[in-house]
C-alpha cells in the first residue's frame, strides 16, 4: 500500500498561512487516493480534502473550501493542503493518509476509507 509522511506544520498568527505537504512512498501503484485530515483537542478527525490520483479529482469540506486548497506536484509524489486567512480554531494535529479509490473524492472522505496514515504534523494558530 501507499506510505504517506506529513511535513510544514507549525506555529502561525492569526490571519496567516502555512502549507503542509504530503509525501507519498506509492511503490507500483499509480492509481490511488491522498486524503487530509485534522484532529482538535478533545475533537474527533475531521476530514479536510481528498484527492485521487492521477486523474487529480478533488473534493473539499465546504466549510473549509474558502481558505483551503488541495493540489498535486506530480514530479515528485507530493500532495499539498495550503491554508490562508487562518484561524485559532485550525489549531490541530494535520494528518494525510492514502488508500485504493473506493469511491468518489466525496465519498471517501471519511476516516474509516483510509488505512495507511502518516504521524501527523501539529499547526497551532495563535491569535
Known amino acids: 500500500q501507499v506510505q504517506v509522511a506529513e511535513s510544514g506544520g507549525g506555529l502561525v498568527q492569526s490571519g496567516g498561512s502555512l502549507r503542509l505537504s504530503c509525501i507519498a512512498s506509492?511503490?507500483?501503484?499509480?492509481?490511488?487516493?491522498i486524503a487530509w485530515f485534522r484532529q482538535a483537542p478533545g475533537k474527533e478527525r475531521e476530514c479536510i480534502s481528498v484527492i485521487i490520483i492521477p486523474h487529480n479529482t478533488t473534493y473539499i469540506n465546504p466549510s473549509l473550501k474558502d481558505r483551503f486548497t488541495i493540489s498535486r506536484d506530480t514530479t515528485k509524489d507530493t500532495v499539498y493542503l495550503q491554508m490562508n486567512s487562518l484561524k485559532p480554531e485550525d489549531t490541530a494535529v494535520y494528518s494525510c493518509?492514502?488508500?485504493?479509490?473506493?469511491?468518489?473524492?466525496?465519498?471517501?472522505?471519511?476516516?474509516?476509507?483510509?488505512?495507511?496514515w502518516g504521524q501527523g504534523t501539529q499547526v497551532t494558530v495563535s491569535s
Open positions: 506509492r511503490g507500483p501503484y499509480t492509481y490511488y487516493t
Open positions: 493518509a492514502a488508500d485504493a479509490p473506493y469511491g468518489t473524492p466525496q465519498e471517501m472522505c471519511k476516516e474509516g476509507e483510509f488505512h495507511s
